[in-house]
């Protein structure tokens, strides 16, 4: 990519449409929302929430651009199994009853506008990309568009086809910018938001080299404990246009629950704090939010520190 295009590719995440995430603190930390006409990567350790915002994502996109929805269907495609169904169906009830007036029935079902495709390896996923600019062009009058694709992961994929020999790891790069290329021009030509998510592995190496390499506005990574880094290297960080990083972490709240296991030992209640952090984006500054998931959906959290700049090297 040339300066000029890097220019153009800033400007116009600053004034391309944004696609709400339904929680006013997550959108605001976001400067209104997931852009549209660009790749948006969410990495993060199993369990912390990056599926989750990506169903409720699902959701949102069918409200209408007035409340910052796309007012159109999405395409889910996933590649880790087995699809969380159920929780969807929670959401979405809990979507319906919340934003009913922009339906105007309740018989609405959110999830008729969900479109849910397994795909099984990265040859399979460039097929169904492949596919989909026809697809969306033959879309008529009484569909609702489809403007959000959601891959739900891209590392699931990749890191169980390619293995680590140097042809191999020749072979995955080029398969990157091959789906990468892809994605971007199908958000430029239909106005997607595209969104993948990414998963972390424990961060092996010094600090030196390429093992070291800052990719992002935070010098390290942590989440549960762990140094980790996301996961697919630096070829696939510059397929991206914008990554946020997730990090957890176990609390102690107060004293001990008064709970007593079988053993007759008394337990200690944890609870997990989250956080969604931007790691680069053209249109962001550094900056971090804590969040909650809850059965209604996922939610930022209001505090006196909640939207904080990072610092390099915490």
């Known amino acids: 990519m040339n300066p000029s295009n890097l220019l153009n590719s800033e400007n116009e995440a600053i004034t391309t449409q944004k696609l709400t995430l339904c929680c006013p603190i997550l959108d605001r930390f976001l400067s209104g929302g997931i852009p549209c006409k660009s790749i948006t990567e969410i990495v993060a350790e199993s369990g912390s929430g990056k599926t ?14 007035s409340v910052g929805g796309l007012s159109s269907s999405s395409l889910y495609l996933h590649t880790e ?14 979507f319906i009853n919340s934003h009913i007036t922009h339906f105007g029935s309740a018989s ?3 999830m008729d506008k969900v479109s849910v495709q397994p795909v099984h390896d990265a040859h399979h996923l ?15 009058s009484t569909q609702w ?13 990749f890191r169980s086809e390619f293995g680590n020999t140097p042809a191999e790891m ?17 958000a430029q030509k239909f106005g997607l938001a595209v969104v993948l998510t990414n998963q972390v592995v424990d961060f092996v190496g010094s600090n030196e080299g390429i093992n ?17 880094c996301p996961a697919l290297g630096l070829s696939w960080a510059n397929c991206v246009n914008t990554r946020l990083f997730i990090s957890r972490s176990e609390e102690v709240p107060g004293e001990r629950s ?14 997990s704090r989250r956080y969604i952090h931007v790691l680069f984006a053209p249109h962001l500054p550094p900056s971090s939010c804590e969040f909650t998931i809850l059965r209604e959906g996922v939610f930022g959290v209001e505090s006196r520190d909640q939207i904080v700049a990072d610092r390099s090297g915490q």
């Open 170 to 186: 020749k072979a995955r790069s080029s398969f990157f910018f091959k789906i990468s290329g892809r994605l971007r021009a199908l």
């Open 258 to 271: 008064g709970f007593v296991e079988e053993d007759g030992s008394s337990s200690v209640s944890l609870r």
């Open 52 to 65: 989750q915002l990506c169903l409720q994502l699902a959701l949102s996109a069918q409200l209408p651009v």
């Open 108 to 110: 609405y079902d959110p």
């Open 145 to 157: 568009p489809i403007k959000l694709i959601v891959i739900d992961s891209i590392a699931a994929i």
């Open 212 to 228: 070291g390499l800052q990719i992002g506005n935070l010098a390290c990574l942590y989440t549960s404990g762990r140094r980790v």
């Open 81 to 94: 199994f087995p699809f969380p169904n159920r929780r969807l169906r929670q959401l979405s009830i809990s």
């Open 126 to 140: 460039f097929d169904v990309l492949l596919k989909l600019d026809s697809f969306l062009l033959q879309r008529d």
